[in-house]
């Protein structure tokens, strides 16, 4: 079966810190790269971070020296840590994944809510 559980949001005051965890499948999490995305209330949904099996591929220009992706193959988990949160980063955070050549095709799980606010 393959699944996508996102978990560690929260509340968190501007300035603060967060790290979310993403338990993938083995299926979705052993393919070419996983990723971190976010939706913001009224927006589109964007991609925050894709790193595949020889690390971080990318990060978006809004996040990039606050939030560290990272993955850990033993428990077949992605994380995102995320410093220096800005009222701009609340969203619901959702991870998944893709194959060599493929887009994020997997059914989105259920995403883990952020918000920052004093």
């Known amino acids: 079966q393959v699944q996508l559980v996102e978990s560690g949001g929260g509340l968190v005051q501007p300035g603060g810190s967060l790290r979310l965890s993403c338990a993938a499948s083995r299926t979705i999490f052993n393919g070419y790269a996983m990723a971190w995305f976010r939706q913001a209330p009224g927006k589109q949904r964007e991609l925050v971070a894709d790193?595949?099996?020889?690390?971080?591929?990318y990060y978006a220009d809004s996040v990039k020296g606050r939030f560290t992706i990272s993955r850990d193959n033993a428990k077949n988990t992605v994380y995102l840590q995320m410093n220096s949160l800005k009222p701009e980063d609340t969203a619901v955070y959702y991870c998944?994944?893709?194959?060599?050549?493929?887009?994020?095709?997997?059914?989105w799980g259920p995403g883990t809510p952020v918000t920052v606010s004093s």
């Open positions: 790193i595949n099996q020889s690390g971080p591929t």
């Open positions: 998944n994944g893709r194959q060599y050549g493929s887009g994020y095709t997997y059914s």
